[in-house]
């Protein structure tokens, strides 16, 4: 496949004020993603790895450099343009899977797509199709109280996935499973990886994750400590 730039990180720095001083949570990242790419941002807590991803999904914005997503640059979008460009093109996935629990699955996957100007019936298609992606299309129904932790994570998967973002960010997301669930879903992400094309950026401490992914860029102290491209 040809590449093509999707994600591009150049020379990006964060700092937070803390106690009247600049605490730096990123030192001058570069870092160049392709489409299609199954990557994870690995490192202890406190490295950097969410505020990465922050940036990357249009949530926070660089003190000093470029990040440019999907050729827009993060920086100067504004809070619409922010807006839009995640509710059609980046889907997020969290440690905590964040359903509402008074609604049905189905219910819950279709939210993301409240956004979009979709008909009922184009919803249900998408929402049906995305519920089949993770194997919960007997679940449609059901309130997440009814759910394994393993299924609900699956909904949060189904619901990053519904509006068939170019890219889907991860971050943490095996956290709160158990080992059988966490490689259920990680085969289950790099199957629609694989089937769709969609890019997955994780950020990650669990082994097993690694073990899935194709590149592992290694953060220590907001800084990149080594990229490693793994053998497929
Ligand atoms: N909003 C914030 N205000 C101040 N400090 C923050 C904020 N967000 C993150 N930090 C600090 O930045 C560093 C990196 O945090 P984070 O990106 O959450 O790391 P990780 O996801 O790898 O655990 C940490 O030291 C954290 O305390
Ligand atoms: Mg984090």
Known sequence: MEKEPIIQIKKVSKSYPI?????????????????????????????????????????????KGDAFVLNKDIKTLSHKEAASLRNFNIGF??????????YTVFENVEFALLLQN?????????????????????HAGKRPDKLSGGESQRVAIARAMV???KI????????NLDAENAHEILKTMKKLNKELGTTFLFSTHDEKVMGYLDRIIHLRDGKIEKDEIKNK
Do not use: C, H, Y
Not at 57 to 63: A, E, H, N, V
Not at 122 to 137: C, F, I, N
Not at 168 to 175: I, K, Q
């Open 19 to 63: 106690a009247g001083k600049e605490f730096l949570a990123l030192k001058q990242i570069d870092l160049l993603f392709n489409k299609g790419e199954f990557a994870g941002i690995v490192g202890p807590s406190g490295s950097g790895k969410t505020t990465l991803l922050n940036i990357i999904g249009s949530l926070d914005k660089p003190t």
């Open 163 to 165: 509006k068939t973002p």
């Open 93 to 102: 996935i969290f440690q905590v899977f964040n359903l509402l629990p008074v």
């Open 118 to 138: 979709n008909s009922a019936k184009q919803r249900k298609e998408a929402v049906m199709r995305a519920l089949k992606w993770v194997g919960l299309t007997d």
């Open 168 to 175: 889907v960010l991860a971050d943490e997301p095996t956290a």
